[in-house]
């Protein structure tokens, strides 16, 4: 645990419970997911139980207790691209980047999720890298789309 990082997070905030989630945003932020010492720390300083803590960080889908990879990938499996492919879309790309879906590859550069919704059912299937979507991804499309976030 890094004491001076996690410091500099609390000290922004003023140790008031109401300030969970905020102070959890900036954890993730700084550390691309909540490390469990750092919850520990969070939970002695706004003065919350353990248990209140870590039920925020996993009931909320943007809070990941395992760290995530540099390229975050989101394949929409709503309804239509549900319908148009979207399993076998996760299906290709988890297969492309060597991570099984909800976890993060081994050299750390991609983590796969699956949405409810990406809000472009017009455009089905979609996926998101990091805040860039694309529309309309085949699984034969799926390399082209990969290739600039690979090593």
């Not at 550390?31 to 039920?55: A, C, I, M, W």
């Amino acid at each position: 645990m890094d004491e001076t990082r996690i410091a500099q997070i609390l000290s922004r905030y003023e140790g008031d419970p109401a300030d969970l989630i905020p102070v959890l945003q900036d954890i993730q932020d700084e550390y691309n997911h909540l490390p469990k010492d750092e919850l520990k720390v969070v939970s002695r300083r706004l003065n919350l139980p353990l248990t209140q803590v870590f039920g925020v960080a996993t009931f909320y889908k943007m809070f990941s207790l395992l760290p995530k990879g540099k390229h975050q990938v989101k394949v929409c499996l709503g309804t239509t691209c549900h319908l148009k492919g979207g399993p076998r879309l996760v299906d290709s790309v988890s297969s492309r980047i060597g991570c099984e879906l909800g976890y993060t590859s081994k050299d750390g550069q991609f983590s796969l999720e699956t949405v409810g919704c990406l809000g472009s059912c017009a455009q089905a299937p979609v996926m998101m890298i990091g805040d860039k979507y694309f529309a309309r991804v085949t699984v034969d499309k799926v390399p082209k789309v990969l290739k600039p976030y690979q090593k």
